[in-house]
């Protein structure tokens, strides 16, 4: 079964980070997944890239970034029009929040770790 193909915003190489174990835990389920984050490595198999890369049939997003640091890629994420996206503890963003709303995409202030524990995902 095809899986959608998620984007995890924040991607860090770092092992201790909620948004690498998201990775992990999404590649271990099959999904298509691509990383945004600032610092260069990989996660399992996934590159972690950079800035606002092309990118397309993105049904998931899910973030991992402080409501200071989505300022600059709202209209990206906009740009993309997923059919969600989950606001991770600690990146919850209202104001943004309704405008992803007002785009008709659906928006969740949830745990991807643990959505994907329980198969809720």
């Known amino acids: 079964m095809l ?8 991607a860090s ?9 998201s990775v992990q835990r999404l590649r271990e389920k099959g999904y298509p997944v691509i990383a945004l984050g600032k ?10 890239q950079h800035g606002t890369p092309p990118v397309d049939d993105i049904h998931t997003v899910t973030v991992y970034l402080s409501q200071s640091n989505q300022q600059s890629i709202e209209d ?4 993309l029009k997923p ?3 989950i606001f991770n503890p600690g ?3 209202i104001p943004f929040e309704r405008k992803l709303h007002a785009a008709g995409i659906e928006v969740m202030e949830a745990c991807t770790l ?3 524990s329980v198969g809720s995902f």
């Open 114 to 116: 643990v959505m994907l």
């Open 83 to 85: 059919a969600r996206v």
């Open 39 to 48: 610092q260069k490595g990989t996660i399992s198999d996934v590159v972690i």
């Open 76 to 79: 990206y994420i906009l740009s």
């Open 91 to 93: 990146a919850e963003n």
């Open 3 to 10: 899986k959608n193909k998620v984007l995890v915003l924040g």
């Open 13 to 21: 190489p770092s092992p201790s980070r909620y948004a690498y174990l």
